[in-house]
């Protein structure tokens, strides 16, 4: 609470209604006719000079009103929805261009010149005609990429609250029009430039704007010399700007393109965005590959040359082979299956906002959640009260409405009891900013379960019958909301406080009780008894809220409390445990009492006897040291205020952790930031919190949580599948081809074969490795380890065999094809089918490192399947279709050749087979006494 929470300042805004539609048409007319004269937006320079009645009346708004839904219609025709254009992009023919410019394109296409000059036009023909594939499915591939991106930033569309035709709503910001009145609060982030007319202690953080850390403070007087500075506006809230204290209201001055905050948009677009671990050790990987592959493409092209073979087909076969052996498609694939993998988890409820989360998602070993409406519903319902005399009442029904009745247990007057109930229900619904519109609630569940119950009493909008003066807000901090109000009605226009929240926070500033309608003082023992009755309804896991009101701050009268019932999520508990299981932690951590926090943990299986629960107070006393040594064994933490998370995440990344950690308030996004994995929730929290957040969870369940591990997890290991599947085709062609030279029998493979083997590598059947779906026991495994390398010894390991097995059965089959007379197109197209068949069965089994392909499923991958389809007809086509046989060179094979060649290439995948179930078998001797069929 701050100490100049008193200037609230209103300005004057005369009347002026654009409700009918007459005024709707004098307006059109106006800004039809007027468009020079009188601009549709207000630049904050200007805006912050001028009156807020003055900015009201140029943009034609009535702030009581706010626009109605057809003139804002009418003027986002006019001028755009509230949203940037991204940059003015290439046309996709340019980009189409820009693939050529490839130094390894550009000399393939320099030696289809030199064919050309020395008359060899078929060669020419099949160079162009395999560059232009190559090219093609390049462009497709980083096409897609960049649409994946660009998909990214549309996942978390900022919302705000608007008032339009008298009644407050909420909507998606884009749909903001100058002219508009927008409400913001603690919390917000800002949804244009707005010149303020009404702000309550509003501070605003404009960090991003003006590196400034401190928020500013906001008020609503006009600036008499405005500067162009942002600081001096302290009139405007500028858009992408965050509150940080207070509220307020604004005119829609300036939106989109037009706000400041356009500007810099127009500057942060040309920043590109970081790359990720994962991306840049796959640079740096293609830049090792692609050295090793000049060197020994060098040695080919050396050895070739100095056993006389023809220079221009050497060079070919050297150009066509960097091609294939760089993996320039590498870091493509990589960032196209971490975006999709993103859009997934963005089905799945949880939206990443940067794509190295994903790879530490699978990294996370301790998970530190919020209690209210992660692991539990955040449906609120009182479903018990006790007064201040004693009287205890239950109340049924459920949701939001007045459903329900209030009954009173063993009551000797009646008359009383009731009375005593008005009053604990009459605070609770004063001090209170929540709505109940026809059931649903518009606010904190904490405060509509409040008024719901105030309802079942029969008493509706109590607030009405006071005059709110001033606010002291909740916070996680004070756990404590205190309004000042006068009485409507009443000749007796005393201030009153209504106070309520946590008991201890509330018990301290009471030194009276109400009883049976007089007031008495407050005896410690009645204290220590109220205390008592807290922690029983506590110990049910019910939230506590204890009420007070009196006319001196710091001597209230108590009236009573109420116990909030905020049952478990649906499967929590299984979550939970399969988590624990996996090796990761779970840590609850609330800023309810500690009975409500325990029972609650022991509802969803935390193990609340064996390891420590630990109180935000002890967390504050202790030293860095002391922390160390608790937190890690602790499960519950409650009392909690955002420091204290702060000191949690830092603890527990000093003792080795890798944090996930959940927030919703203004304070969290310190610890958020600071969290491996900040998680947000998506339905209460608040922008600041999401600003901040690594990862959205859009349904705030706890179990969304899961399935966005489970999905980092599986992305990690698609990648590395991939990686494999990549690694040894290109090893296997390199090799093959520099075996031929030294040992100096012809080439296996001419150019046009290997930019095909090019194609099926970088392509299709790679990028659907990376889409395999997420294998059932994923989530089960332990987390990863974040300083173990993309390529273990096991990759290299699966590799190595893969490409020797390739090489000596493609070998062979060459052999034994060239023993005729001389090298024919036969033989070269024996031994290219035979490659890419051996390539499509090591991708098959590349789909798991550990697993066999018939426990995850032959179907299981769609993708997978029509890319090896789509694989293996185009080397049909290569082979049987004439006018692509003269460009590969090729000859139809007989239906025995393909059988022949389908079995003898099987050989990669059974011999992988083999290896994997050897693996297993290990596995399960090593780990002795367990069933085989935990591991299923
Ligand atoms: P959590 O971290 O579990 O969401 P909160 O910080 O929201 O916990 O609430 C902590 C305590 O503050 C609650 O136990 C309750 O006593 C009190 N409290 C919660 N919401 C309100 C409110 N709107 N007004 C007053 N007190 C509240
Ligand atoms: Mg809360």
Not at 43 to 71: F, H, K
Not at 357 to 377: A, F, P, W, Y
Not at 486 to 514: H, M
Request: net charge neutral; proline share 4%.
């Amino acid at each position: 609470m701050k100490g100049n929470g008193n200037n609230v300042k209103y300005e004057k805004i005369p009347q002026q209604s654009l409700k009918d539609p007459d005024s709707v048409k004098t307006t059109k007319n106006l800004l039809n006719s007027g468009d020079q004269e009188i601009p549709m937006w207000i630049n904050t320079v200007e805006a912050s000079a001028m009156g807020a009645e003055e900015v009201s009346a140029r943009l034609r708004v009535e702030v009581r009103q706010g626009l109605s839904w057809q003139e804002a219609n009418y003027r986002r025709q006019l001028i755009g929805y509230n949203e940037f254009s991204v940059k003015d992009e290439d046309p996709p023919w340019k980009k189409y261009l820009e693939q050529f410019k490839n130094p390894l394109i550009l000399l393939l296409l320099a030696s289809a010149v030199v064919s050309i000059c020395m008359r060899q036009f078929d060669d020419a023909i099949s160079i162009t005609v395999a560059i232009v594939i190559v090219v093609t499915v390049a462009f497709v591939q980083e096409y897609r990429s960049e649409k994946s991106l660009e998909e990214l930033t549309k996942l978390v569309p900022p919302s705000c609250h608007c008032l339009r035709e008298g009644t407050p709503d909420t909507f998606l910001a884009r749909e903001l029009v100058p002219g508009d009145v927008v409400l913001l609060n603690i919390g917000d982030r800002v949804p244009a430039d707005l010149r303020l007319f009404e702000s309550v202690d509003l501070a605003i953080d404009e960090s991003s704007f003006t590196g400034e850390t401190e928020p500013a403070q906001k008020n609503t007087a006009p600036i008499l010399r405005p500067n162009g500075s942002q600081s001096s506006k302290i009139n405007i809230a500028f858009m992408g700007t965050l509150v940080r204290c207070g509220s307020g209201k604004g005119i829609v001055v300036s939106t989109g393109v037009n706000s400041e905050f356009g500007s810099v948009f127009k500057m942060m677009l040309e920043e590109e965005a970081p790359k990720t671990p994962l991306q840049k050790s796959m640079d740096s990987l293609g830049a090792q590959l692609s050295i090793y592959s000049f060197g020994i493409i060098g040695l080919i092209m050396l050895v070739g040359w100095l056993q006389g073979k023809q220079t221009l087909e050497m060079f070919t076969i050297g150009v066509s082979l960097a091609v294939a052996a760089i993996p320039e498609g590498l870091p493509i694939v990589v960032t196209v299956t971490l975006a999709l993998g993103v859009m997934r988890m963005a089905k799945r409820n949880s939206i990443v906002k940067k794509l190295p989360t994903v790879e530490t998602l699978g990294c996370v070993n301790v998970i530190c959640s919020d209690k209210t409406g992660t692991i539990t519903r955040n449906e609120m319902t009182v479903t018990v009260l006790v007064t201040s005399d004693n009287y205890l009442a239950e109340v049924t029904g459920a949701g939001y409405n007045d459903h329900g009745q209030v009954i009173l247990h063993k009551c000797e007057h009646p008359e009383y009891a009731r009375d005593s109930v008005s009053k604990v229900f009459e605070v609770g619904a004063v001090c209170n900013n929540a709505m109940i519109n026809n059931e649903t609630l518009l606010g904190q569940p904490t405060e509509g379960a409040l008024l719901a119950a105030a309802m079942k009493h029969g008493m509706y909008n109590v607030q009405d019958r006071y005059i709110r003066l001033q606010e002291y807000p909740f916070s996680s901090e004070q756990k404590m909301m205190v309004v000042k109000c006068v009485p409507k009605y009443d000749n007796d226009k005393r201030e009153i406080f209504f106070v309520k929240g946590a008991l201890e926070k509330v018990l301290p500033k009471c030194t009276q009780f109400s009883y049976n309608g007089t007031v008495q003082k407050l005896t410690t023992k009645k204290e220590q008894e109220y205390m008592v009755e807290a922690h029983e309804i506590g110990r049910k896991g019910l939230r506590v809220i204890a009420l007070a009101k009196g006319t001196n701050l710091q001597e209230l009268v108590y009236v009573g409390l109420v116990g909030i019932c905020d049952p478990p999520r649906q499967y929590v508990r299984e979550s939970i445990t399969t988590l624990l299981h996996s090796g990761v932690q779970v840590k609850m951590v609330t800023g309810d009492a500690v009975d409500t926090a325990v029972a609650i943990a022991q509802m969803i299986g935390l193990d609340t006897l064996h390891s420590q629960v630990l109180s935000g107070e002890q967390l504050d006393s202790f030293t860095e040291a002391e922390l160390d040594a608790a937190v890690p064994h602790a499960t519950v933490f409650y009392r909690v205020t955002p420091k204290n998370k702060l000191s949690i995440v830092k603890s527990l990344q000093r003792t080795g952790h890798i944090v996930g950690m959940t927030g919703d308030g203004v304070n969290d996004g310190v610890a958020l930031k600071k969290a491996d994995i900040g998680i947000a929730m998506g339905r209460n929290g608040t922008d600041v919190c999401k600003e901040a957040a690594d990862m959205i969870l859009v349904d705030d369940d706890f179990h969304t949580i899961i399935s966005a591990i489970e999905e980092g997890k599986s992305i990690f290991y698609n990648i590395r599948n991939f990686v494999r599947f990549q690694l040894s085709t290109s090893i296997a062609a390199l090799s093959l081809i520099a075996l031929a030279t030294l040992i100096g029998i012809p080439n296996p493979l001419n150019a046009m074969q290997i930019l095909w083997i090019n194609i099926i590598m970088d392509g299709p059947p790679a990028q659907s490795l990376g889409v395999e779906p997420v294998e059932k026991d994923v989530i089960r495994q332990k987390p990863r380890n974040t300083k173990e390398p993309m390529i273990t010894k096991s990759l290299i390991a699966n590799v190595l065999i893969s490409a020797v097995v390739i090489i000596s059965g493609t070998l062979w089959v060459f052999k034994k094809e060239l023993s005729s007379e001389g090298i024919t197109a036969r033989d070269t197209t024996m031994t290219f089918t035979c490659f890419v068949f051996f390539d499509m069965w090591n991708a098959l089994s590349c789909r798991s490192q550990t697993k066999s392909v018939f426990s995850i499923g032959l179907f299981t991958n769609k993708m997978f399947l029509v890319a090896v389809t789509l694989s293996v007809i185009g080397q049909l086509l290569v082979v049987y279709f004439p006018p692509l046989q003269s460009v590969f060179q090729t000859e139809a094979l007989t239906v025995w050749d393909m059988i022949f060649l389908t079995l003898l290439t099987s050989s990669v995948w059974v011999i992988s087979e083999i290896k994997k179930l050897c693996e297993r078998l290990l596995e399960q001797r090593g780990k002795g006494k367990r069933t085989p069929l935990e591991y299923v």
